[in-house]
């Protein structure tokens, strides 16, 4: 069965980029002697998941308790949970899984939440290692890097979390488009953490690990040799968000990774001028990031443009050129790989355009 099979919309994951991908980023962390903790917030996926391990990852990183429940659920270990974790309700969760899962991690940022967890790991005879989650002028979450060392102070006064080392996650440079302008912003970031990093492996023993990076940053990351652990996620996929960003090797393209992740559509009709109407709209391709981009070199002039909730357009670029009759399978590459691939359920794998099995993506839907 080739790919022309498959039902659409679906999305699909050629299975020999994929493991270029996996093991392109796997060597360059492990070259440099450093851990890889990939993140499944991409993927969604505990078959993915598994080949990172196998591949040499230390452990997964999500970025909600429901995504880490999944991942033991599927015997996966090494878990570090990226995002803080405040209510009461979530901390029950994050308490019942350490219970399953001891060695899981999180990330803490407010003495409130971490006095909440604190509790509810000593109501039950629990403790927990955490990783302080420093700000690096992103403003999503974390304290800002001139609190650090305070806050650090008032976590140790909690007898049931264990600082294990910090968090610094760069999500705004991660898409600068100029390569050496998010070189400079990332490494001005990170040497300043490295420093708060050091005085806080003297204060605090235990206090060694140093997790940070997403795909954009890790090739530039490795040159400060504090980092312990790296934590990209969309490398594996890709998407056309990060294609057409600068690299080391080119100011105008990032093609360290190749697109494994492919939105396949169908055209269902071409009744217009100057374009045909395809079956991936809002509900097959997050909108967010780039415009996804159309792979087939017949119909590589075509531009995609969301037509609502179902559909999309094909439009052709100028009269004259040859759109795709009605029945045609189209291969794109994805807008923004993470929302994307959290719309459907399953990767079919690709080999040498022969479908050769799939992978369910258990954790979609999985945000609390
Ligand atoms: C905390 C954290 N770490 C790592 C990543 C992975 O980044 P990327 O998909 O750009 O590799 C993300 C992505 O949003 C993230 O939020």
């Not at 598994?50 to 996966?76: M, N, P, T, Y």
């Not at 994050?94 to 409130?112: C, F, Q």
């Not at 079919?348 to 954790?363: A, F, T």
Request: net charge negative.
């Amino acid at each position: 069965m080739g790919t022309t099979d498959l039902d659409t919309p679906c999305l699909v994951l050629d299975l020999d980029l994929f493991e270029a991908n996996l093991h392109r980023m796997q060597g360059l962390v492990a070259a440099a002697g450093r851990h890889l903790r990939p993140h499944a917030k991409t993927h969604k996926c505990s078959e993915i998941a598994r080949r990172q391990i196998e591949a040499g990852a230390i452990g997964i990183c999500v970025a909600k308790v429901s995504e880490a429940e999944g991942l033991v659920d599927s015997g996966i270990g090494g878990i570090l949970i990226t995002g803080p974790v405040s209510s009461a309700t979530k901390i029950q969760r994050l308490a019942g899984l350490i219970e399953r899962a001891p060695e899981t991690m999180v990330v803490v940022e407010s003495a409130i939440s971490a006095g909440l967890l604190d509790r509810e790991l000593s109501r039950r005879g629990l403790g927990m290692n955490v990783l302080l989650d420093l700000d690096p002028d992103f403003g999503r979450t974390g304290v800002p890097f001139g609190s650090a060392l305070e806050f650090a102070a008032e976590l140790a006064g909690f007898q049931n979390l264990r600082l294990a080392g910090i968090q610094v996650y760069a999500g705004h440079l991660q898409h600068v488009t100029s390569y050496s302008e998010r070189r400079e912003a990332s490494l001005r970031v990170l040497r300043e953490a490295a420093g708060i990093f050091r005085v806080l492996g003297e204060r605090f023993p235990g206090c060694n690990i140093f997790s940070t990076s997403g795909t954009g940053t890790v090739d530039i990351d490795l040159e400060i040799s504090e980092i312990t652990e790296f934590q990209p996620g969309s490398y594996v996929c890709m998407d056309e968000e990060y294609l057409r960003i600068g690299s080391a090797g080119s100011e105008t393209g990032f093609e360290t990774y190749a697109p494994a992740l492919r939105v396949l559509t169908g055209v269902v009709s071409a009744n217009q001028p100057g374009f045909v109407t395809v079956d991936a709209g809002l509900k097959a391709v997050y909108r967010d990031g780039a415009t996804p981009r159309v792979l087939d070199a017949r119909y590589a002039q075509l531009a995609y443009e969301w037509f609502g909730d179902e559909y999309g357009k094909l439009l052709a670029p100028a009269p004259g050129i040859a759109l795709p009759p009605p029945g045609t399978t189209v291969e794109l590459v994805a807008s923004h790989c993470d929302p994307t691939i959290n719309l459907h359920d399953r990767f079919h794998l690709v080999r040498n355009h022969e479908v050769v099995g799939d992978w369910p993506i258990n954790l979609r839907g999985c945000c609390q």
